[in-house]
């Protein structure tokens, strides 16, 4: 009788194609890696068992922390930001790969959670705020506007300073953030 044929693992490959300073934090990185396919199946699972995660059903997204770091999945990439260094970077996607691939064992196991579980934290929201204080949100610090933000209480779209030039990059980055959390952020942006 024919051994039985191993089972693929549901991820094999999470390449980094992509390192570049953290916009959130100078002293650390952000990096990009990409699936060998679409992974977006696994994600109501992954929302069910990882505690803090904030899923976008509609949008595909997950963000989750580990430590700090702030790791974003889409269907067929991973965006993390607040990593330490390229070594810290791998030894994430290797983490990833496992936490993937073990759900994905149990996915029969697992009812899976279509809702977002939890917020972004203010203080994921601030640092990529520009930082100004100048209140023309009309709220009296970039922080307090943060909570409010985070909250869903105020739209990102208050912070006038934000969509100047200087904070191009900022920008980018957090209005990815609000959408992979399902916040609402206009299209255009
Ligand atoms: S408008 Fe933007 S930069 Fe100015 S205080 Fe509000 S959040 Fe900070």
Redesign the pocket.
């Known amino acids: 009788m024919p051994a039985a044929r191993a089972e693929q693992p549901f991820v094999r490959l999470l390449e980094i194609v992509r390192v570049i300073p953290c916009l959130a934090d100078p002293s650390k990185i952000r990096f990009t890696a990409q699936f060998d396919s679409d992974v977006s199946t696994i994600f109501p699972f992954l929302n069910t068992i990882i505690p803090g995660a904030i899923y976008n059903h509609r949008g595909k997204t997950l963000t989750i922390r580990k430590d700090g770091r702030l790791i974003t999945l889409h269907p067929d990439h991973v965006s993390a930001a607040k990593i330490d260094d390229v070594l810290d970077a791998k030894e994430v996607v290797s983490w990833l790969i496992h936490l993937i691939n073990e759900c994905d064992s149990k996915r029969s196991t697992i009812k899976p959670t279509y809702d977002r579980r939890d917020q972004l934290r203010v203080i994921d929201v601030v640092k990529l705020?520009?930082?100004?204080?100048?209140?023309?949100?009309?709220?009296?610090?970039?922080l307090?506007?943060?909570a409010q933000v985070a909250a869903e209480k105020a739209s990102i779209m208050?912070?006038?300073?934000?969509f100047l030039a200087d904070y191009k990059d900022k920008r980018a980055e957090l209005l990815n953030l609000l959408r992979a959390g399902g916040y609402a952020v206009p299209d255009g942006f």
């Not at 208050?158 to 934000?162: M, T, W």
């Open positions: 705020l520009p930082g100004t204080n100048c209140k023309a949100c009309e709220f009296p610090t970039c307090a506007f943060a208050v912070c006038s300073e934000l």
